[in-house]
Each structure stands twice: as structure tokens, then as C-alpha cells.
């Protein structure tokens, strides 16, 4: 760069074309460094703007990316970025620049660090508050092996230490003597804005208000900061001070998510994963204005307050996701009976069960993925007490390109081997409002209410509330040779389907509903009339729908030929839904081939 009179001249060629990994950084001076940042961040804005992908939270992180691997020796240095939403810039500077654009395509990179892709990925994290606990696993295995020169940093979220595993880890970490580092991101949003008295505590911090003891220190942690985190060259020297620095510490930060663009700036919550966008504007690419069913979210967000209108023991609980799960609807008109925990699942569940002793009737909802990190809460304070507690589990299924982290593959076969627990699959939005119109009527334990991402299949879905009768199922349509049993959505594409068939009139579709309990006596009847039993579930055959209905055969001595279909024993990578189906062997032209094939033999 150089000045003349009151004009700036940048180096024509930029400075990112010759940086493919960590060593050629190293070879930039400090002073060139604002300029990659810039460029880095314009990098990452052209790609994801026409990709797609996690925007806000790589663009709030470029300078301490740049900064982290510029004074780090990785990957012998180990890094982890908690919640891999942010680690954009860190893939592209580690040798993925040149296919950073196949970034969640089928075959392409993770969206997400991953320690089969890359060697400078030390860590999976899909799911957040996990990378203190595994830095300091890290650091202490460093200890043990007697190499006191690795360093060890995880770079973490305000919304994602909040939550109680990262207090565990912290916990810990305060008592030893490793050489790890933590670097609080503060930006004051995870998805949405966090939430919470911690949330308080750090913005007293950065307004110099907060009492004299500082909460970081007390749990003995070498504190630093906070500093400015859009400060390259500040970061540079303090992270040069603490590799010098022994023992665990944290190093808080600043930053703004979505920096570097106005309207992710301005509107961070949407330009979290904005979809395609304007590189130069920002403005989001409008979709066609043709008319389309609703999302499955919205369906729950809105009848959630249609109902808690009439039944004021209605409480809606979410664990940091209220516009991802449509909570936010309840939040904006009944803000006092909808709450925000944070990234908190376990919390989550057991509050809901604190609620439900009381008389209320708790909607928790929670995606499918993260429920499992709240398991021995659902087991061990819901379903052995026969609480009822409703939980409405969005993202069921495959659910695309955020891949094998996401995907809500396991819940039935996780939900139904525990006693008292009820698993309910709508198949359109109707059935989602009748199940949970029919649930806040009284239960008499927990029920696991579970649908896609996504649209639903009807436009004129504001149906009047009917109650479902627990484990009933419905015929869809009769036929006389085989017999297709599905479980929520998917029975959409299987309608599709039959229509399609040469000879339609032999094949009966049934809408289960429930995977637990099952209707029996329509089992009974289906064994008895059909040559061949297939079952449909986007969910893992292993312990699923279709092993329930297996169950029941062995149980009841049917031995009519059962063909299941679903996801099968190993982890789905990430594609479009079309994509990971197919992947997963349960796409329309696999189950099409199959039911023809049967049907002519």
C-alpha cells in the first residue's frame, strides 16, 4: 500500500490468491493483514452468496481466523472452533480455497469442521459447547505425553459458553494446569440473540459495569480483553503475549456477526444462513411469489398460539432456537408463557418437567438432532415420572446440506424404546394441528410429536381442531396384493407414487401415524390380506418404524415377507433432500423400482 497526497493505492493483485495454507499467511507482515482480511471476507460473501451457507458468523471471525493461524503453529497447534458456522475463513485458509465452492454440495466439503476432511480440523463440531471439554482433553493428553510447547486453543461463542457443558468444561479446565486457551467470541447472538444472566454479566464487561470480581477469574483462568476482535493486528500481539502465558486462559473478544456486510450487520438473525443474496448489496434473492404450503415450523409456530389463547396452562419452551422453530410467533404475542432457554437442551427438558408437576402443559421444542443431547433427561425425568410433556420435535429426518450432524435421523428408534413415552408422526399440517390440539387435552405421559424441515403438502391447512385417538392408524387407500405402510410425510411422495404405478389398484397405503403405540388390530388386518408388507420412515431402520412392525409379526407369528425403507446403518453426508435420500437408498425411483418389481413377479 502506498500514499500519495490524501489518495490511497492498493496492490493491484491480492494478497489471498497466494495464500493456500497456514505457511504462506506466515509469510505476509503484520501490516499487510487488514488488506487479506478484507479480501477474505469478500471471498467468503461471493461464494455463499450464490451457494449458499452459514454467512453471519464467518464474517464476525475473518480477522481472528487470520490472526489465530498467522501466530499458531497448526495444525501441531491444535484449534477448534465451536459450532462450525464460524469456521468458514479457517477452511479456506487451510488448503480448501479452491473447492471452498462445493462447500455442502453432495461430494463437496462440510459445512462444518471435520476431522476425516482436513488434517487443521481438530475437532467435529457441528453441535455447539463442545470444544472446551475437547481442548482440554487435548491439552491434557499433550501434558501426559511431557509436551509443554503445544498449544491449544477453542474458540467459543457468548451464546454457546453459556451452556452447561461448556460450564463443565470450564469447570475443569480451572483446576489444571494445561496449556489451553479459550476464546470467547462475543458478539451477543448465537442464531437468534442470546439470552440469559450471563449474557447480562458480558455486556456489564464490555460497558466497564460489571462487579469487581470477574466470573472468568474466579474460576481460574488467566482473563484477558475484552479487546477489540475486528483488530487484526491487536489480536496478532495479544495471542502472541499468551502463547507465552502458562496455564489456562481466556481471551474475550468482540466482534459483530455478519460484519462486513450492511444488511448482515443489520439484520443478523436472517443473515445467519441467508440463502442465495446479492454479493454487492446484500438484498436476498426473492423466491417466486407462486403460492406453497406452508413450512411444517410455521404450522407449529402458529397453532401453538391458536391454542394457547384458549388453554392458559399452554407454555412453549425452546432451547436457543425460537425463530428456527417458529417459538418466536408465542414469544411476540405471550411473551410471558415462552421462553428462550439458551443452548441448554438438557435445561430444557427438565424445566418443561418442572412446569408439567404444576399443571401446565409444556410444548418443548427442540430439533431432533439436539434432543440426544438431552437423552437422560427425556428418560430419567419425563418418561419414568409419566410427565406430560409434549415435545415437538422440528428438522425429523434427513434434513439436507448441513449433513450427518443435523440430520434427525434417530429419534424414533431412541424415543421408542423408553416406557410410557407416545411417537407421533403428521403426515400434512392438519394432522400436526390435530395432534396438538388432541396432546393439550391431557395426557397421561410424555409424547414426541416429530416432522421435517421444510413444506408441509396442503395450502388450506387452518383446519377446525378434530382429536386423534392414541395409536390409531388411517387406510389411505385399499388395494389387494401389497400393502405400503408409512410414517409422517414421506406417505406425501408415497401417493405420488402409487399414482404412478401400472396398476395402482393393487396397492394399499396405509398412514401409521404412531411408531409407538402402533395400531395393532389395522396390522392385524393388513397381515392377513396382503402378499407383501413395505414400510417407509425417514428415520434409521435400525430400531425404527419398520423393526416395530417386525416386532409385532414375530410377536403375533406372521410370517409375510416385510421390505423396509429408510435410513440405513451409517452416517447420511450432506447433499439437497433428493440427494440424501438417495444416498440413504429411499428416493422415489429406488421405491418406485422396488413396488413395480413386486408387483409384477
Known amino acids: 500500500m502506498s ?51 452459514h454467512l453471519g458468523a464467518s464474517l464476525g471471525v475473518v480477522e481472528l481466523t487470520i490472526a489465530l493461524h498467522y501466530v499458531f503453529d497448526t495444525p501441531n497447534d491444535k484449534l477448534i472452533w ?75 461463542g457468548d451464546a454457546s459458553i453459556a451452556s452447561g457443558m461448556a460450564f463443565e468444561g470450564l469447570n475443569h479446565l480451572g483446576v489444571t494446569d494445561v496449556n489451553a486457551l479459550i476464546i470467547l467470541n462475543d458478539n451477543a447472538i448465537g442464531i437468534d440473540p442470546s439470552v440469559g444472566a450471563l449474557k447480562k454479566y458480558l455486556t456489564n464487561v464490555k460497558a466497564g459495569t460489571a462487579k469487581d470480581e470477574n466470573i472468568f477469574e474466579c474460576l481460574n483462568l488467566n482473563y484477558s480483553g475484552p479487546i477489540d476482535g475486528h483488530d487484526v493486528q491487536a489480536l496478532v500481539s495479544e495471542l502472541e503475549r499468551l502463547k507465552k502465558v502458562p496455564g489456562p486462559k481466556l481471551l474475550h473478544i468482540i466482534t459483530t456477526k455478519g460484519k462486513g456486510l450492511k444488511k448482515a450487520e443489520e439484520d443478523q438473525v436472517v443473515y445467519h444462513a441467508p440463502g442465495k443474496f446479492d454479493k454487492h448489496t446484500g438484498e436476498r434473492v426473492k423466491k417466486s411469489n407462486g403460492a406453497e404450503p406452508p413450512k411444517y415450523q410455521d404450522v407449529f409456530g402458529h397453532t401453538l398460539v391458536e391454542l394457547a389463547k384458549k388453554n392458559l396452562n399452554i407454555v412453549g419452551i425452546t432451547p436457543a432456537m425460537p425463530t428456527g422453530s417458529s417459538l ?66 422440528d428438522r425429523a429426518g ?150 416395530a412392525v417386525l416386532e409385532f409379526a414375530n410377536e403375533e407369528g406372521y410370517s409375510k415377507p416385510v421390505k423396509i425403507f429408510g435410513v440405513p446403518d451409517r452416517f447420511v453426508e450432506q447433499g439437497t433432500i433428493p440427494e440424501t435420500q438417495k444416498l440413504a437408498g429411499m428416493d422415489f425411483d429406488t421405491l418406485f423400482s422396488f413396488i413395480q418389481s413386486t408387483l409384477d413377479q
Open 328 to 393: 418466536k410467533f408465542m414469544m411476540d404475542e405471550l411473551p410471558d408463557r415462552a421462553f428462550d432457554v439458551g443452548i441448554a437442551e438438557q435445561h430444557a427438558v427438565t424445566l418443561a418437567a418442572g412446569m408439567a408437576t404444576q399443571g401446565l402443559v409444556p410444548f418443548c421444542n427442540i430439533y431432533s438432532t439436539f434432543l440426544q443431547r438431552a437423552y437422560d433427561q427425556v428418560i430419567h425425568d419425563v418418561a419414568l415420572q409419566k410427565l406430560p410433556v409434549i415435545f415437538c420435535l
Open 82 to 156: 465451536d459450532v462450525g458456522h464460524q469456521a468458514y475463513g479457517h477452511k479456506i485458509l487451510t488448503g480448501r480455497k479452491e473447492i471452498f465452492e462445493t462447500n455442502r454440495q453432495l461430494g463437496g466439503i462440510s459445512g462444518f469442521p471435520k476431522r476425516s476432511e482436513s488434517v487443521y480440523d481438530d475437532f467435529g463440531t457441528g453441535h455447539s459447547s463442545t470444544a472446551i471439554s475437547a481442548i482440554l482433553g487435548m491439552a491434557m493428553a499433550s501434558k501426559l505425553k511431557g509436551d509443554s510447547q503445544k498449544q491449544h486453543v477453542a474458540v467459543v
Open 398 to 547: 434427513l434434513v439436507g446440506q448441513d449433513g450427518p450432524t443435523h440430520h434427525g435421523v434417530f429419534d424414533i428408534a431412541y424415543l421408542r424404546c423408553i416406557p410410557n413415552m407416545v411417537v407421533f408422526a403428521p403426515m400434512d399440517e392438519m394432522e400436526l394441528r390435530n395432534i396438538m390440539y388432541t396432546a393439550q387435552l391431557g395426557l397421561h405421559g410424555p409424547i414426541a410429536i416429530r416432522y421435517p424441515r421444510g413444506n408441509g403438502a396442503n395450502l388450506n391447512w387452518r383446519n377446525g381442531f378434530e382429536k386423534i385417538e392414541m395409536g390409531t392408524a388411517r387406510c389411505l387407500k385399499e388395494g389387494s396384493k401389497v400393502a405400503i405402510l408409512t410414517l409422517g410425510h414421506v406417505g406425501n411422495e408415497i401417493k405420488i407414487l402409487i399414482e404412478s404405478l401400472k396398476n395402482p389398484e393393487l396397492v394399499a397405503h396405509f398412514d401409521m401415524r404412531f411408531a409407538k403405540p402402533l395400531d395393532r388390530n389395522v396390522l392385524r388386518t393388513i397381515f392377513e390380506k396382503y402378499e407383501q408388507i413395505v414400510t417407509v420412515e425417514d428415520g434409521c431402520m435400525t430400531g425404527g418404524f419398520g423393526s
Open 3 to 53: 500514499r500519495i497526497g490524501t489518495f490511497v493505492f492498493y496492490p493491484l493483485e491480492k494478497l489471498l490468491t497466494h495464500i493456500n495454507f497456514p505457511a504462506d499467511l506466515k509469510k505476509l507482515t503484520v501490516d499487510e493483514l487488514p488488506q487479506l482480511a478484507q479480501e477474505l471476507r469478500d471471498f467468503i460473501i461471493d461464494i455463499v452468496s450464490t451457494k449458499e451457507g
